[in-house]
């Protein structure tokens, strides 16, 4: 049983009242797409901000492009749904949306061709993700899918399924969470979670022709390190053993937000605390995602 409401079709509707088909194409062959955002409360300003809105709206009407799922709102309509909605639940606390955009056919082919499409906001509170503060690792034995496969700069619901076996891998070994590497053996990225390593002073990071999602988060990290923390950022293809060898290693998403990684494949990462400039970022990057730093009030949309 669900408390919240939810954006269905074009309404705001309780989220229980959402009946979808067994017979869904979305359900039967994961013929979807979506987004995860972040609304962050500001207890001083009693305010609720959304973090990076417009980017989330591009990349999810890029998804359905690709894809082939076409729904019928501009990304300033699906904002403002987004911010009705968030009224409506009368949030005051840091929250979690996912729109879903999807197949709702009940045709029997996984064709994408036949254009019953859908679309749908729910979201909940949400403060941390995973309550950790470090986090160990392993790469994974299941290979990150290649562009080639299903496309990488989307987010498709049945993609997650390798995401899925990846993050079940790591822990039944025990492990926190999974690094994948890419089927030449490239360093790509976690399940749900872009991957940066800092080594003589330099962050590093895969290139979105290694077959990455184009994380927003990763591009915010990027932004704080080059513009703020006058670190130089590369980003280029990273082999295995760099991921051992750096002096430090994070994770970057909007649901992990910053998460130092520690140990990989039980063997330390520099000193084995957590590292120190994954540290800084995510202070910089919470301030600006709470509307406390001025330069970047733009990303933050308010919801009252
Ligand atoms: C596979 C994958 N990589 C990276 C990310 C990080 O992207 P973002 O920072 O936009 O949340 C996500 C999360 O959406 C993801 O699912």
Request: a negative charge.
């Amino acid at each position: 049983m669900s408390e919240y409401f939810a954006f269905y079709n074009g309404e705001i509707v309780k989220e229980d009242s959402i009946k979808i088909s067994i017979r869904s194409k979305a359900f039967n062959y994961g013929l979807g797409c979506f987004e995860g955002i972040r609304a962050y409360w500001n207890e001083e300003k009693n305010q609720l901000y959304v973090f990076r809105l417009r980017e989330h709206y591009e990349r999810l009407l890029q998804s359905c492009k690709t894809l082939y799922i076409n729904i019928p709102y501009s990304v300033e309509q699906l904002c403002d749904a987004t911010v009705e909605l968030l009224r409506k639940n009368n949030f005051k606390t840091t929250v979690y949306i996912r729109p879903v955009a999807y197949k709702s056919s009940e045709k029997l082919s996984p064709s994408l061709y036949d254009d019953e499409n859908s679309f749908l906001i729910y979201c909940q509170p949400l403060e941390r993700f995973i309550e950790k503060e470090a986090f160990r690792v392993c790469i994974s034995s299941w290979r990150r899918i290649s562009d080639n496969m299903i496309p990488a700069r989307t987010k498709p619901t049945g993609g997650y399924l390798n995401s899925a076996l990846a993050s079940m891998e790591a822990t039944l070994n025990g492990y926190d969470e999974a690094i994948f590497l890419t089927d030449d053996g490239k360093v790509c990225e976690g399940p749900g979670e872009n991957i940066f390593i800092y080594k003589n002073g330099k962050l590093i990071t895969p290139p979105a022709s290694d077959n990455i999602l184009e994380g927003i988060t990763r591009d915010m990290v990027i932004k704080i390190a080059k513009n703020e923390l006058n670190i130089p950022v590369e980003e280029r293809s990273i082999s295995r053993t760099e991921l051992y060898a750096a002096d430090e290693v994070f994770f970057t998403g909007t649901a992990m937000e910053v998460a130092p990684v520690v140990e990989i494949d039980r063997r330390i990462i520099g000193s084995g605390e957590p590292s120190k400039v994954a540290l800084e970022i995510r202070n910089y990057l919470m301030n600006a995602a709470m509307g406390n730093i001025e330069k970047y009030m733009d990303m933050c949309t308010r919801v009252y």
